[in-house]
Every structure is written in structure tokens, then in C-alpha cells.
């Protein structure tokens, strides 16, 4: 073996990271543990093997290991929750008849004009990222709504998924709140200001292309005519409740955008999405269809078991990679490699820390990357902060977490997550591709900061 | 079958009752434990800081803030430690400074712990060590915490998506109205203590403490007030002193007297656009010259190898040492080719920059009846002496009660 390699093969922390990688593998593969499990195995199994090793004594090592553990599991406690409270609002509106009623009314208007439909369903499905900073609460809201929609005109299952799931990643970039840019924002000490511009310029062409490019070719010769028989339920639904089947929707928009953008400047406390998610919910009890709340409840909480449960897993992977140095170690290597090999490690180790979590991934490489974009190589801080933010969303879009592509693959029916996946690979490289353009060009469009 | 899931159900609610058990014991433990701070004679009083906002009686933020007075009638210094009780040299340097500081003229406030509810926790995903012991010089072993860089989500949360920075009800005639104060931050930042200046008289026990601080200064009337952070290896602003543009010419004082005796700092102007830190806000909304110094920390940054109670002391770390291999360095903003930066040496450098700022004071304000005077330090090259020694010994419990 090289002696470079040796050296960083054969660290602690390599073993470390073997360790955990293994375990997750055997645990997901050969046992088809839930990935949840798994990842709560591994991060149990690396920290034994990496603080034993560091000569923590056995007593400690499983005191902090415990602790470790449920202090990781609370990481993403406000994101499990409002998964848990979007599925019930998912699946009240299922149940109500307000996705049928909608999918009806939209494909009427704008039957006309299927560009410009595919456009604006495009931007729908963005808008509750654009406004949370969350790509699970875009893909859950206005995803779910516009997956009949898309699959009434015409686009197959795994194609309307992979729609709803870029939709999902760049609306959670889009300005004005992007979270993803707000963590690495306060990692460095940038304020969160002037990004509405690159943001702008970094999501908005990819949506309209890639809508355009996996929507147009099939539905470019809708026939409405033809269409509406499939249409009978949906037109009867929307006729049977008329306007106030519509009102939960309208409730969701009013209240996230009035405690998302306006709450805070007249001193209002934000309700916080869980809670907007559930007023909308309880409203589209009373709007359509009789809906028993003590069976659709317990039916969203078991269909978002499974993601919450990842969520979870992750909190304690990334704590325990953390407490054994395997996110330092993973970190450095990344920064050993040329410098000129800086921007492809940028784009390929990001998404793939995104695996594990997106928000991690812009904590545990983001930030140090930023530094290197904004500071050492004298980039625009603020085009590169908003261009890495971009590709860490690629991060949910990642197995086994995804959490954008599971959602998608959810909403849309589609059984094999990977299906959205592989549909997705091109849109993917062109954004990692545009994305990292403007991470190295990055003062070639100073011009675009503002807002 | 069902009796099958049954047993496997029973079993993993035990693991888990177990689990929660003896986890709840360590949180419990670290929620409530108290550090012993060793009061000597030079410490002539302590209050509330709910003397200076009412809202905080009860709650965790209202901390005790020590008087160190000298028999003289002088200036006022405000020390702040424990900002970001992640950053132990902050905390530490404040408890040497209250427990050390010998004050013959003015007096010299210090809040060790002024974010007490930071102390109480550990910021998940961080696997980070929940205490740091010390061995003094009579071999009592203390304990102090090692804690989060934001409060305690039991004494506020949720938070909210994005928090919307403002200055409350604060007006200031060194604050033009055409000067936007208001800020989006990220979420978690409602959390920050320096992000929360001047702060809101009723708003969340963060920007409670924050109003308190403000409030003190300005009714006390304080001359200067010094916030004790640490940073990242890799992040800019490091071993450096950051001044609110009131500030900028004793900061520079500052940094030419320590630089003079080899103690090397940065100096770097606070930024406008950047709202809710003290050495802006404190700036702004009080007349006290306001000043942060931050120091590195390689327990705290994201290049950081395996994580315990030594990396915080000893601030020894591989992971560190190949990164400051890459490119000469360039990548850290701390000279690390010793292999190591440890605590002793980070709040040597805190108490070090204190005691030459309360100087450089003294020579800015030039007047007799608004000087402080630090017996432990007559002059700069006392300062220097007292530096390296604490270098030199390398263990922070000789410079404990």
C-alpha cells in the first residue's frame, strides 16, 4: 500500500468509519432492519469501537454512548414533527376530496396551455420550500396536491415524483428563507443578507427547464376531451362541494405566509408549521368528505414512522461520527485532495454527506467549504454561501435518507424510491454542474446580490 | 405471532424505559449542577441581574453578577464570560478573572456565566464532553460545564423557521433611523445570547438577559464592556479583538502594547450590517466602548478529530495538524504547528487582553476619576509577566481558589 494511503486508511478514524459504514450495510442489506435501525446500530457500534479505542474506560464509554445517542435522536425534532403533522394534513385532504376537486379545477382552466401549466404547478409545488426552507414540507403539501394533477395529464408515476422532488429541492433553496443557506450563514458569521438575488438566479432557470424537460414531452399533446372521463370523480367532488372544499388549501396558504413573512415584523409568534399543518388539517374536517379523525391520525403517523425513524437514526450517526472524529477526519481528507479538485469534492461529497442528512451536510461541509470559496479563495461570499447551498440540497435526494425523493415516490404511489432517483440523475448533474459554475465564478455574479 | 411481536414489543419499550432512565439522570444532572465559583476577599459583593430587568426573576437567566471594587471611586468594566458556553476559555477566563483580579480603583463586574441556560446542556450533534475538571493548587478537583453555544431548548422553544432580529424597543442617538437594525438569521440563532442584543424586555429569556445587560450598562453607567469568546481554528475572525468603531482606537492600543511583548492580536472593526452581537449593539445602544475577544479552539471547530475532555484542555488534535499541513497552513486562521492550542494558553491570552484593554482604557478616557486600576498589574510588561507564567505552567487550576 502507498504510505499516503496507509496513512489515511489505517487512521482510527478510517477504522471507525468502516466500522459504522458496516454495520449500517448489514443492518439495511443482509438483515432488512428498517434504515432507521440501522443507522441507530451503526452509530452504537462506532461509538463503542471508537471510544474504547481512544481508551475511554468501558463504564464511561456506555454512559456517554447513551447519551450521545439521545442527544443525536433530538436533533431533528422540530423537522420530525412537522413530518408528522404534514401527513396528517395529507391525508385529511385526501380524504376530503380537496386533491380531486383541485386536480380538476387546474387541468380545466389551463388545459390550453400545458407550458405554462407545467410552469405553474412547477412553481406551486416550490412555493411552501420557498417560504419554510424545507423541501419535506413542499413535497407534503403542495407536492401531494399536485400529484394527481401531474398524473392526470399524462406524466407516468415515477416521472410526476421526480417533477415534485426537484420541485422540492429548489424550492427549499429559492428565496426568501433557505435554510440551508441560513445554517451555513451562522457557521461563518454572514448575515442573511442579499441572497434573494443569486438565489433567484441559481433556482428559477432550473425549474422552468427541468419541469419542461421531464413534464412537456408528455403532455404536449393533451387532449381535454379525451381526458375528462378520467375526470368524472374529480368534477363531481369539486361540483358536489363547490368553493369550500378549497378552504384547507387556503387556510395553509394564509397561515404560512402570514407567520412566515409578516409575523415576526409585528411582533406576532410564528405558530411554527406543525401547528399550521394541523389548523389546516382540523378545517378540512368539516369541508368534504366525512373524515374519522381517529383513523386517518393514526394512518399518517404509521406512514411517516419510517422517515421520522430515519431522522432519528441520523441525529445519533452524525452525533456519534462527530464524538469519534470521523467527520473531522472526513472533512480533512476531503481538503487533502489538489486544490484544483476542490470544487468536484465540493459537489460530490456534500450531496453524498447528504445521505445522511442535507442540514449536515451543509454543517459538516458547507461551512468549511464556504470558507474556502468565501474567504481563502476570494469568492462573493454570498453567491458562494447561496451555490452550496444548491448543491447541499441534492442531499435529499440521497438514499437512504431522501428525504424529498421518499416523500415524492409517497405522494405519486411510486413503490421504488430508486425509480425517482435514476429519473432524476440528469436534472441532478445539470444543477451540481450550474451550481458549481457559479461556486468558481462566483464573482462573476456579485452583480446579483441584493434583497 | 402476535404473542411474538408482543414479546419484542415489550422488550425494546424496556431498553427504551431503561435508556431514558439513565439518560434522564445525566441530563437531570447537568441541568441542575451548579458550578462553585471560590469567592475571595477581592470580590466585594454580588447582585442579581434582575435588579435590571424584573422579567427575569425566576427564570435561569437571572445569574449572579460579582463586584470586584476597589476602595477608590473609578471607572467601570464589564467582563462577560460564558456567552457561548461552548467556548471554554470565554467562561474560564471570566471565573480567573473574578477569582484573581486584585481591583485598588473603579470597579470590574464579571458574569461568568451571563447564557446560564447554555451551560445547561450540550448542542446535539455535536458529541461534545459535558464537564471540564480542574485540579487547584490545595488538589481539590472543581468542575465546571462544558455546554451549548445556544440556550437550553427547555427554557425556550420551538424555534421559530427564521428569527427575525430587532432591536426592540431601543432608540440611540449613535443609531441613524435610516440604519435597518432588524435581521433574518437562522432559526436556532433565537437561541444565540450574541445575537439577541440590545435586547427585549419581555421577549424570550435570551433576549431577557440581553435587555438586562443592556440596561446595567447604561444605568450603571459602565465605562467598558468586554465580551470573552472563542472561534473555530479555520474562521477568520480568530485571536482577535473585534471593536465597535467607538472602540477601534484603545482596541489598537491594545494590540500594539500585547503585540509589543509577543502576545499577537488581530484587530478587526465590528461590522455595520452584522445586528445582535455586543461589540455592535452594546455599541450602539450604550456609551460603554464595547469589545469582543476571541480566541481559538480546536474542541470547537469542524475539522476536529475525536472529541472528549482532553481536546477541550489540551486542544491537541490530529485531525488539526493535518489540516494545518494543507498549503502552509493557509487554511487555519491559528498558528498550530505546535500540534496543539491549549486551554491554559487561550485564557492566558483572555486575561492577558482584559487586563491591556482596562489599561489602554485608562489612556483613552484620561481621566483619574473614570481609570481602573488592576494591582495584579501595574504596568504592560506585569501583564506579559503574568502571561507567560500561565503559558509556562500550563494548568489552569493553579490560577483557581
Known amino acids: ?451 | 405471532m402476535k404473542k411474538k411481536g408482543l414479546i419484542s414489543t415489550c422488550i425494546i419499550l424496556c431498553c427504551a424505559i431503561v435508556l431514558a432512565t439513565v439518560t434522564g439522570i445525566s441530563f437531570n444532572k447537568k441541568r441542575n449542577f451548579v458550578e462553585d465559583i471560590v469567592v475571595g476577599s477581592n470580590v466585594k459583593g454580588t447582585f442579581k441581574l434582575d435588579e435590571y430587568n424584573e422579567n427575569l426573576k425566576g427564570t435561569i437567566g437571572d445569574v449572579d453578577v460579582y463586584v470586584l471594587k476597589g476602595e477608590e471611586e473609578g471607572g467601570k468594566v464589564l467582563v462577560l464570560g460564558g456567552t457561548h458556553a461552548n467556548e471554554p476559555a470565554g467562561h474560564m477566563a471570566a471565573i480567573v478573572i473574578l477569582e484573581q483580579f486584585q481591583v485598588s480603583k473603579g470597579t470590574v463586574y464579571v458574569i461568568p456565566n451571563i447564557c446560564q441556560s447554555g451551560l445547561t446542556h450540550n448542542d446535539p450533534l455535536e458529541g461534545t464532553p459535558q464537564y471540564l475538571h480542574f485540579t487547584t493548587k490545595n488538589g481539590d478537583v472543581r468542575t465546571f460545564h462544558f455546554g451549548s453555544r445556544a440556550s437550553n431548548p427547555i427554557d425556550q422553544w420551538p424555534d421559530p423557521d427564521t428569527y427575525l432580529h430587532t432591536s426592540g424597543d431601543w432608540t440611540s442617538a449613535k443609531v441613524s433611523p435610516d440604519v435597518n437594525t432588524t435581521q433574518t438569521l437562522s432559526g436556532s440563532e433565537v437561541r444565540n445570547q450574541n445575537r439577541c442584543y440590545p435586547g427585549i424586555a419581555d421577549g424570550t429569556v435570551t433576549e431577557r438577559v440581553s435587555y438586562a445587560v443592556t440596561n446595567m450598562i447604561n444605568t450603571l453607567k459602565i465605562d467598558m464592556v468586554i465580551d470573552l469568546h472563542e472561534s473555530s481554528p479555520e474562521y477568520a475572525v480568530n485571536n482577535a479583538i473585534v471593536a465597535h468603531q467607538d472602540a477601534l482606537s484603545l482596541a489598537s492600543d491594545t494590540v500594539l502594547q500585547l503585540g509589543d511583548r509577543d502576545i499577537l492580536l488581530r484587530i478587526e472593526p465590528s461590522p455595520a450590517a452584522l445586528r445582535g452581537l455586543t461589540h455592535r449593539e452594546l455599541g450602539d445602544y450604550t456609551d460603554a466602548y464595547a469589545l469582543l475577544c476571541e480566541v481559538g479552539n480546536p474542541s470547537q471547530g469542524r475539522f476536529r478529530g475525536y472529541t472528549d475532555e482532553a481536546l477541550a484542555i489540551t486542544g491537541k488534535d490530529p485531525c488539526y495538524t493535518d489540516a494545518y499541513a494543507i498549503n502552509g497552513g493557509a487554511l487555519l486562521y491559528v498558528d498550530y504547528s505546535s500540534g496543539d492550542f491549549p486551554l491554559s494558553l487561550r485564557v492566558a491570552r483572555h486575561v492577558a487582553t482584559v487586563a491591556q484593554l482596562i489599561d489602554s482604557m485608562n489612556f483613552e478616557v484620561d481621566d483619574e476619576a473614570r481609570s481602573v486600576i488592576v494591582d495584579n498589574f501595574p504596568d504592560p510588561d506585569a501583564i506579559k509577566e503574568f502571561y507567560d507564567e500561565m503559558v509556562a505552567a500550563d494548568d489552569l487550576g493553579l490560577y483557581l481558589n
Open chain 1, 1 to 451: 500500500m502507498l504510505p499516503e494511503l496507509k496513512e489515511i486508511f489505517m487512521t482510527p478514524y478510517m477504522i471507525t468509519f468502516f466500522v459504522m459504514v458496516g454495520v449500517f450495510m448489514i443492518g439495511c442489506f443482509a438483515l432488512k432492519w428498517p434504515v432507521g435501525v440501522s443507522m441507530l446500530a451503526a452509530a452504537f457500534c462506532g461509538a463503542l469501537e471508537g471510544m474504547l479505542v481512544h481508551g475511554t474506560s468501558f463504564s464511561q464509554t456506555i454512559t456517554d454512548t447513551a447519551r450521545m445517542m439521545v442527544e443525536g435522536e433530538f436533533g431533528y425534532i422540530d423537522t420530525i414533527l412537522t413530518i408528522a403533522c404534514a401527513m396528517i394534513f395529507m391525508k385529511v385532504i385526501e380524504d376530503s376530496g380537496a386533491l380531486d376537486a383541485l386536480s380538476s379545477l387546474l387541468i380545466e382552466k389551463f388545459h390550453k396551455a400545458p407550458a405554462v401549466l407545467l410552469i405553474l404547478i412547477m412553481f406551486i409545488i416550490m412555493f411552501p420550500g420557498m417560504i419554510t426552507g424545507s423541501s419535506t414540507a413542499a413535497v407534503l403539501s403542495a407536492g401531494s396536491i399536485m400529484a394527481p394533477v401531474l398524473m392526470l395529464l399524462g406524466l407516468d408515476n415515477v416521472t410526476a415524483g421526480s417533477v415534485i422532488a426537484m420541485g422540492g429541492i429548489l424550492g427549499m433553496i429559492a428565496p426568501p428563507v433557505n435554510t440551508a443557506a441560513l445554517v451555513i450563514c451562522a457557521g461563518i458569521d454572514v448575515p442573511y443578507v442579499g441572497f434573494t438575488g443569486p438565489l433567484l438566479l441559481l433556482t428559477m432557470p432550473l425549474a422552468i427547464l427541468f419541469v419542461l424537460m421531464l413534464g412537456l414531452p408528455k403532455i404536449k399533446n393533451l387532449n381535454y376531451e379525451k381526458l375528462k372521463p378520467a375526470l368524472e370523480k374529480q368534477d363531481a367532488t369539486r361540483k358536489q362541494y363547490g368553493f369550500k372544499i378549497y378552504i384547507p388549501f387556503l387556510v395553509l396558504v394564509v397561515l404560512m405566509v402570514f407567520f412566515k413573512v409578516f409575523a415576526a415584523r409585528i411582533g406576532v409568534t410564528d405558530l411554527g408549521m406543525p401547528v399550521i399543518f394541523l389548523c389546516s388539517a382540523a378545517v378540512g374536517l368539516f369541508t368534504g368528505r366525512k373524515i374519522n379523525p381517529l383513523k386517518a391520525v393514526p394512518a399518517a403517523i404509521r406512514t411517516a414512522t419510517p422517515v421520522m425513524a430515519i431522522l432519528m437514526g441520523v441525529g445519533m450517526f452524525i452525533e456519534i461520527m462527530t464524538a469519534t472524529g470521523v467527520r473531522g477526519f472526513i472533512v480533512v481528507t476531503c481538503l487533502k485532495i489538489p486544490e484544483a479538485l476542490w470544487i468536484l469534492a465540493c459537489c460530490i461529497s456534500i450531496p453524498l454527506f447528504g445521505a445522511v442528512s442535507s442540514f449536515g451536510a451543509c454543517s459538516v461541509l458547507g461551512v468549511p467549504f464556504a470558507y474556502i470559496y468565501g474567504t481563502y479563495l476570494g469568492g462573493n461570499v454570498v453567491v458562494c454561501l447561496a451555490a452550496i447551498s444548491l448543491i447541499a440540497a441534492v442531499g435529499d435526494m440521497m438514499p437512504p435518507t431522501a428525504l424529498a425523493g421518499l416523500f415524492a415516490a409517497q405522494v405519486t404511489g411510486v413503490k421504488k424510491y430508486t425509480k425517482i432517483l435514476v429519473k432524476c440523475i440528469i436534472p441532478i448533474i445539470i444543477l451540481l454542474v450550474w451550481a458549481g459554475f457559479v461556486l468558481v465564478k462566483s464573482k462573476a455574479f456579485a452583480w446579483s446580490v441584493f434583497g
